[in-house]
Structure formats: structure tokens, C-alpha cells
């Protein structure tokens, strides 16, 4: 179990809730460090003044930002102390929303809120509250300093909040929308019939982090004195741009889909008139 980072109070209304905050998450990153090639040496990352080149300590460096005339302004501290100092001791719910209304793009860090003796009725009732409603609470809260938005929900029974990125954090789609494109509905259905076969027997907790295993290997291996395992090749992708045959392409996409995911395929045998009825409808259109 991790070490609580925080203690903090739930409350709604008059209701509150003693909790303690735990990371969600954790990497699972093999630690890679910096070194010198020919020696191994560690390469180390100073704070160097580049005006004057001296290393400075801790206590030397203060905050700054870049005036347009592209001086810099210095803050001091008292600067800094005189902001207004977010509550960072408690999570103020501020309603309850259905959870298909928050963007997924929103979300940013995830913790576990482990209830603190002397809470574990109104905990519970919460937890029941929102899980029968299938809402979630938006709540106001700060960790180390920050102000933000979250989301408490229910996971395993355990009251579970996400922090929010506020809305000027996330970048607007401009730009980057693609034109309005007619499609024809076999097409369509052609696509949700490949969907549908290659998610049926999709399992996420299945899924690993290809890199981070094989990077392992690699060290495992080297420290035994043994030589590198072999890596596979990296997948054949199919061509990036240039379909002529979309319908073709969708097609072939189905078949080969139907053979790695038998199981899928043969619990629907109805779905497979469906390139059959492309196909007329093409030929018709020919």
C-alpha cells in the first residue's frame, strides 16, 4: 500500500469527510541515466548562472519572467507570499454532473481517498451515492500548492478523484478539424463491422508496455554477460495515404480481422452479409 501524500476533508453541504489522498498511479519506467560513453561517469545537471557562470545553491535561485523587451523580472518571495493561498486541506464538492459530460481530454492525475477514522459512515454514503446516481462530483481542491478541478468517483469501492486541467489549458481544434467528408452508409457499416470484430475479444488488462519489457531484457541480459536478446521487427504498416478502394481496403480489413478473432466472427454470422451488400451496391453503381 502507498504512503498517504495528503490529509484533506471532503465536504458537501454541511457534510464533511476526513480522507487521506494516496497515488493512483505509478511508472513503471526503467530508470535510464545520463552518462559518459567512454567511462560510465555520471552526467550531472547544474544550476549555472549564465551571466556570471557560477553554480548556484538553492537558496540563490528565485523565480522570474521574461519581460516583451525580453529583460527579466525577478519576484521575490514576499511577491510570491502575498498570492492568495488555495485551501489546500480541503475537496469542495460543487455539484454532480452525469460522468459522460467532462472531456476526457480534461483529465489529468488520478489518487485513491482512503477514508480517515471517524468518516466511514458519510464515506459510504457518498461512495453509495454516487455510485446508484452514475454521477460523479466536481470538486475544488489543491495539492502541493496548485488549484484545481477534479472528479471524485467510484472505483472498487473506493472513492477515487481525478484532477482537471482548467479549460484555458486545453488547446482548441482549430486547424487540425478535418473538412466535412460525405461517406456512404456501407462504408459505415463496414467500418463499425470491423469495430465490432476486433474489440470482442479485446482485454486492456492484457496489454503491456512492449518497450519497458523488452528494455529490461536488454539490462537483465547485460548484466548477466549474456548478449542482447533479439528484438522483433517493428509491424508493417499499411500505406499511409493514396487509397484508391476504400470499400476494398475495408473489406480485406473484415476478412483478416474475422481470421485472427474466429471466435468473434462466428457469434456474428449475420453481420457478414454485409460486404456482400457493398459489394452489390458497387457493382450497381459501376
Given amino acids: 500500500m502507498p504512503s498517504?501524500?495528503?490529509?484533506?476533508?471532503?465536504?458537501?453541504?454541511?457534510?464533511?469527510?476526513?480522507?487521506?489522498?494516496?497515488?493512483?498511479?505509478?511508472?513503471?519506467?526503467?530508470?535510464?541515466h545520463m552518462v559518459h560513453e567512454a567511462d560510465?561517469?555520471?552526467?550531472?545537471?547544474?544550476?549555472?548562472?549564465?551571466?556570471?557562470?557560477?553554480?548556484?545553491?538553492?537558496?540563490?535561485?528565485?523565480?522570474?519572467?521574461?519581460m516583451p523587451d525580453g529583460g527579466t523580472l525577478v519576484l521575490s518571495r514576499q511577491d510570491l507570499e502575498q498570492l492568495p493561498t488555495p485551501d489546500t486541506k480541503e475537496i469542495r464538492v460543487l455539484g454532480f454532473l452525469d460522468e459522460s459530460r467532462v472531456d476526457p481530454l480534461h483529465y489529468d492525475k488520478s489518487y485513491y481517498l482512503g477514508v480517515s477514522p471517524g468518516g466511514e459512515r458519510p464515506y459510504a454514503l457518498l461512495r453509495a451515492a454516487l455510485a446508484e446516481s452514475g454521477q460523479v462530483a466536481i470538486a475544488r481542491t489543491a495539492l502541493r500548492t496548485r488549484d484545481s478541478l477534479?472528479?471524485?468517483?467510484?472505483?472498487d469501492q473506493v472513492i477515487t478523484m481525478t484532477t482537471l486541467l482548467w479549460p484555458d489549458e486545453v488547446r482548441g481544434t482549430e486547424g487540425i478539424a478535418l473538412r466535412p467528408i460525405e461517406l456512404r452508409p456501407?462504408?459505415?457499416?463496414?467500418?463499425?463491422?470491423?469495430?465490432?470484430?476486433?474489440?470482442?475479444?479485446?482485454?486492456?488488462?492484457r496489454e503491456q508496455d512492449e518497450y519497458t519489457v523488452a528494455l529490461r531484457e536488454v539490462v537483465e541480459a547485460r548484466m548477466a554477460g549474456l548478449p542482447a536478446p533479439h528484438v522483433p521487427e517493428a509491424?508493417?504498416?499499411?500505406?499511409?495515404a493514396g487509397v484508391t478502394d476504400l470499400m476494398a481496403v475495408l473489406e480485406a480489413a473484415v476478412q483478416k480481422a474475422q481470421?485472427?478473432?474466429?471466435?468473434?466472427?462466428?457469434?456474428?454470422?449475420?453481420?457478414?452479409?454485409?460486404?456482400?451488400?457493398a459489394r452489390a451496391s458497387r457493382r450497381s453503381e459501376g
Fill in 186 to 205: 456501407e462504408e459505415v457499416a463496414l467500418a463499425r463491422q470491423l469495430m465490432d470484430t476486433i474489440s470482442a475479444d479485446f482485454d486492456p488488462d
Fill in 4 to 32: 498517504a501524500i495528503a490529509k484533506k476533508m471532503i465536504t458537501f453541504s454541511l457534510v464533511s469527510i476526513p480522507v487521506s489522498v494516496y497515488p493512483a498511479t505509478s511508472q513503471h519506467r526503467v530508470p535510464l
Fill in 235 to 240: 509491424r508493417v504498416l499499411p500505406p499511409a
Fill in 259 to 277: 481470421e485472427e478473432h474466429p471466435k468473434a466472427a462466428a457469434k456474428r454470422p449475420a453481420k457478414k452479409t454485409v460486404a456482400k451488400k
Fill in 40 to 66: 560510465g561517469g555520471r552526467v550531472r545537471q547544474r544550476r549555472v548562472c549564465e551571466i556570471d557562470g557560477r553554480e548556484l545553491s538553492e537558496g540563490e535561485i528565485a523565480r522570474g519572467v521574461e
Fill in 150 to 155: 477534479a472528479v471524485l468517483h467510484v472505483r
